[in-house]
């Protein structure tokens, strides 16, 4: 004969999973980016650098803008200096 199990043996009971604690999402917190005692800005070279480029872009938009005209070159030159530097705070005086 086959034996019955009590009532209360754990096939009986439907296994309960233990309850897990609520998950807690983490978060993340960065510093923000700043300037520390041994880093340096840019040398003023770099920077030169890229305000000739700047105004050379300028001043080919300016061309391209006006027709792409022979000759005209340091027009188009001074006026994207003057509104390169303006733009960035600087003043520039007249260059040859």
């Given at each position: 004969?086959?034996e019955?199990?009590?009532?209360?043996?754990a096939?009986a009971k439907p296994?309960?999973k233990?309850?897990?604690?609520?998950?807690v999402k983490?978060?993340?917190?960065t510093?923000p980016a700043?300037r520390t005692?041994?880093?340096?800005?840019?040398p003023?070279?770099?920077?030169?650098?890229?305000m000739?480029?700047?105004i050379q872009?300028?001043?080919?938009?300016?061309?391209e803008?006006?027709g792409?005209?022979?000759?005209?070159?340091h027009?188009?030159w001074?006026?994207?200096?003057s509104?390169?530097?303006?733009?960035?705070?600087?003043?520039?005086g007249v260059?040859?």
């Open positions: 004969m086959l019955k199990e009590p009532a209360g043996s096939e296994k309960r233990a309850e897990a604690a609520p998950r983490k978060k993340i917190v510093a700043t005692a041994g880093s340096k800005p840019a003023p070279i770099r920077r030169k650098e890229n000739h480029e700047h872009r300028r001043a080919y938009e300016l061309w803008s006006e792409r005209p022979a000759g005209r070159e027009a188009h001074l006026q994207a200096e509104e390169v530097s303006r733009a960035r705070g600087h003043h520039v260059s040859r």
